[in-house]
């Protein structure tokens, strides 16, 4: 019969996993967010108005 030694081993994996997914995916879409700002500063346009409005090239609608 074994020895009872209550909680000297506590298994945290499922914790690990959940929080190593958890940081790698915000700091995956920090990420991406940081490059698409910066990316889309060449295509940002002021208007007399003040505001401010992205002209992306291939999502602009063409005259037919």
């Known amino acids: 019969m ?3 030694v ?5 298994n945290r ?5 959940i929080f190593r997914t958890v940081v790698t995916v915000s700091l995956t879409v920090l990420f991406l967010f940081i490059v ?3 990316s ?3 295509y940002k ?5 003040g ?3 992205l002209d ?3 999502l602009m609608d063409e005259p037919e």
């Not at 994996?13 to 996993?17: A, D, T």
């Not at 346009?45 to 108005?49: K, L």
């Open 6 to 10: 209550p909680k000297t081993y506590s």
């Open 40 to 42: 889309l500063q060449n």
């Open 36 to 38: 698409l700002f910066f």
């Open 51 to 53: 505001t401010v409005r």
């Open 13 to 17: 994996r499922l914790l690990r996993i």
């Open 45 to 49: 346009v002021s208007n007399e108005d």
């Open 56 to 58: 992306i090239p291939w």
């Open 2 to 4: 074994g020895r009872y």
